[in-house]
């Protein structure tokens, strides 16, 4: 095995290939969120802005709501603690888009059943989660940085809120972690390295939970 440029202590990025182009991570998320559009729909919650809610849900969605941690942030339309109480009421959306957030919070079973408590009967969360990541610094410093997930760790994390309606997938294989974790961007990659999967590598856990009706 020659190493070659990665022959090195230090990431090729430090801040995930984003300096780069797209991050790794982004190409399986957006690939999971593309076959779940139909989910985003009327009213919507995300988290940080409104990015997805509008690709993926545009005139399907009639209310797009935004979800930052306190003090808040530019487009914030709701700032609460997924830790804590969020100040919105039982059953308010049909769709919660919630991506690469949940290794922010501590508590995260707590995190998991707050979300079944605004979304409506019948309601959709969208959610996905690190496998193998770096630390994000900003985060780390921020809020902190707490958790790496699994599918077996998500499915009984969600199945505790949600009871029987989840469905987890992972994405990724050892290339894309190396990728990932050096900072290449995705456009440095074959298109290839996107379609294969290999279990043993979770890049990035996704999943689909209805509130049940
Ligand atoms: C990297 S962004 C993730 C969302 C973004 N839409 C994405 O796909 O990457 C991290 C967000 O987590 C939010 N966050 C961190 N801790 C939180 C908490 N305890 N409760 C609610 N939001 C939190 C921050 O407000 C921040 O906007």
Known sequence: VA????????????????DRGT???????????ARHAADVRGNVLEVADSLYTRRFGG??????DVLHAPPGGR??????????RLPVD?????????????QFVFDVGH???EVHRILRPGGVLLLTVPGISQISRVDMDRWGD?????TRSTERLLAEAFGGDVRVEAHGNVLLATAFLQGLAAEELPSWAFDREDRDYELV?????????
């Open 75 to 84: 487009d914030a339309t709701v700032v609460g603690d997924l830790g804590g």
């Open 205 to 213: 856990v996704c999943a689909r939970a209805v509130r049940a009706a």
């Open 3 to 18: 190493l070659g440029d990665l022959g090195s202590v230090d990431p090729v990025s430090t801040v995930f290939g984003l």
């Open 59 to 64: 005139a399907a969605v009639s209310r797009a």
């Open 146 to 150: 707490f958790w790496r997930f699994t």
């Open 23 to 33: 991050a790794v991570d982004r190409v399986p998320i957006e690939r999971f969120l």
């Open 90 to 102: 039982d059953g308010t959306y049909d769709c919660v888009i919630l991506t690469q957030t949940l």
């Open 111 to 113: 995190a998991v059943a």
